[in-house]
């Protein structure tokens, strides 16, 4: 079946523009991570949502980073005022909380690169 | 979650037996052990986890020690496409706390043919 998607794959911007990049998680999957691996670094949590709990947003580096999902399917992760601190691969995950289950196996999908220039 | 140490890099031949070790002393009683792989410019990948018995699955095995302070990621026949970042994490039961995976910096295995 069709894995996480994510889009753009790659994404240049300038200095204080706004950027958008959209996750297309597993159909019926109810948990979605965002994640972001910056050059040389480890992956670094951003963002959660589960189902129509309000998102665990503990992650976010900054007030300029917000993230939407709607329908209990898509997600956009939104940058306002890029920086150049900000270029970094922005990956997607997410996963099926099955009932009597305690953990959960999370599927990223292939990312998008994020360049600020 | 509780803090593991892996060694930064590792080397193998193909077709070699190759374990990965991680170490966990401070593990609490409910952490699950998973383990991640991270081929080149691709996210990361699940490999498998468990929490007190050895587990086998097509991709790995993971041997768990009795004391639960260590575990090692076995994977029975290296082949070129191994080739990557091995994350070992700590993860409590997300009915309790916690819920993303906790990256840290992993062991970088790098397979010759």
């Known amino acids: 079946g069709a894995g996480v998607s994510q889009s753009p794959s790659n994404k240049v911007t300038e200095k204080g523009k706004d950027v958008e990049l959209r996750c297309d998680p597993i159909?019926?999957?109810?948990?979605l991570y965002w994640y972001r691996q910056s050059l040389g670094q480890g992956l670094e949590f951003l963002i959660y949502?589960?189902?129509?709990?309000?998102?665990?947003k503990s992650g976010l580096p900054s007030d300029r980073f917000s993230a939407e999902r709607t329908g209990g399917s898509v997600s956009t992760l939104t940058i306002q005022r890029t920086q150049q601190e900000d270029s970094a691969v922005y990956l997607c995950?997410?996963?099926?909380?099955?009932?009597?289950?305690?953990?959960?196996?999370?599927?990223f999908g292939p990312g998008t690169r994020l360049t600020v220039l | 979650d509780a803090k593991t140490t892996q060694p930064n890099s590792m080397e193998s031949n193909e077709e070699e037996p190759v374990h990965l070790p991680c170490n966990h002393s401070?593990?609490?009683?409910?952490?699950?052990i998973h383990w991640y792989r991270q081929l080149p410019s691709q996210g990361p990948e699940y490999v498998i986890h468990?929490?007190?018995s050895n587990v086998n699955n097509r991709m790995a095995s993971l041997a768990i020690a009795e004391d639960r302070k260590s575990s090692t990621l076995i994977l029975h026949r290296a082949t070129l496409r191994d080739a990557a970042v091995y994350y070992c994490?700590?993860?409590?039961?997300?009915?309790?706390?916690?819920?993303?995976?906790?990256f840290g910096k992993g062991t970088t295995l790098s397979v010759s043919s």
């Open positions: 995950a997410s996963s099926s909380r099955g009932a009597g289950g305690f953990t959960d196996t999370q599927y």
């Open positions: 159909s019926g999957h109810t948990a």
């Open positions: 949502f589960q189902g129509n709990s309000a998102p665990d």
């Open positions: 401070t593990i609490s009683g409910t952490d699950y």
């Open positions: 468990g929490l007190t």
């Open positions: 994490i700590l993860r409590g039961p997300y009915n309790q706390a916690g819920t993303a995976l906790i």
